[in-house]
């Protein structure tokens, strides 16, 4: 019996068709990269645009924008280290009081937790995230601030006696440095327990097994197996909480008594740079004192970006670290 060849029509067909998904497909990794291009372009944009307004302040201000305390608009002067010390200060407080509670919600999520209670807890901690900062603003003027003023801050310094310390003296006025930070804590909390929890999860089993089988305790297996595995991440989870802090803004403003003096008093209102850029860019009407506000913004731009690139990357260690 002879065979009968195919139709010559049917392979110009599929030689059509792997053509036309070749090109397809270069389309779509057009396309792709153009998108993933967009993301540090506007990055790029920003920090040019940004940089390029702040430039005059700079050139005429020089160092005297960071380590003056003098703001005045009318003289001309304008020294932005209240703000810069507000910031940090403030930010440091929030990573004190929330990564602790971070690290416990996500040890026992990942270790403690039946299984049907760690999407429910999970769900409702990312949920602080989704919350818009006025409405935390709202909560800490109406609730927030009155606790601490008639409950919290006379606590601390009449009977724990911790006002014989800077940090703790001075009359309580309620909006200050202390609200600042309990509400960034509240705010930074979510990222730090969403990193935390994942690296955590993401240890291997054959770690716990091992502490185990050596005879540790539970405990003894989550303090010297566990977190050392996951130590990079979890860093890179507070630096993330850091990052969020640092450019608070709404919220800060509503808390801090915005108010430009160093002190070391926690109970002082205080000023962070994007509370100053906050409460005086729509009055901002000389070009100086808009390219002053610029260049604050602009600190706070490069503090930013570095707290977070050094967060991703060390969330990219432990990644990297897990999969060798």
Known sequence: MTAVPAPAVSTDRRRLTVHETAIGDRIYEIVTTACALVVPALVIAIAIAIFAGAWPAFSKLGLSIVTSSDWDVRAGRFGAAPAIFGTLVSSALALIIATPLAIGVAI???????????????????????????????????????????QVMPFLRDRLHLGATPFFSGPAYGPSMLAAGVILAIMALPYISAVSREVLMAVPRSQREAALALGATRWEMIRDAVIPYAKSGIIGGIMLGLGRALGETM????????????????????????????????????????????????????ITLIVNAVARWLVWQVSRDRAV
């Open 108 to 150: 026992f999520l990942s270790e403690f937790s039946p299984t049907w209670l760690r999407q429910p807890i999970g769900f409702l901690v990312d949920l602080l995230a989704a919350v818009p900062s006025v409405v935390y603003g709202l909560w800490g003027i109406f609730v927030l601030v009155p606790l601490l003023r008639e």
């Open 251 to 302: 919220a800060v403003t509503m808390v801090i008594g915005n108010r430009a003096e160093i002190s070391a008093s926690l109970f002082a209102p205080g000023y962070t740079m994007a509370s100053l850029i906050a409460n005086q860019f729509s009055e901002a009407t000389s070009d100086l004192h808009q390219s002053a506000l610029l260049a604050v913004g602009a600190i706070l731009f490069v």
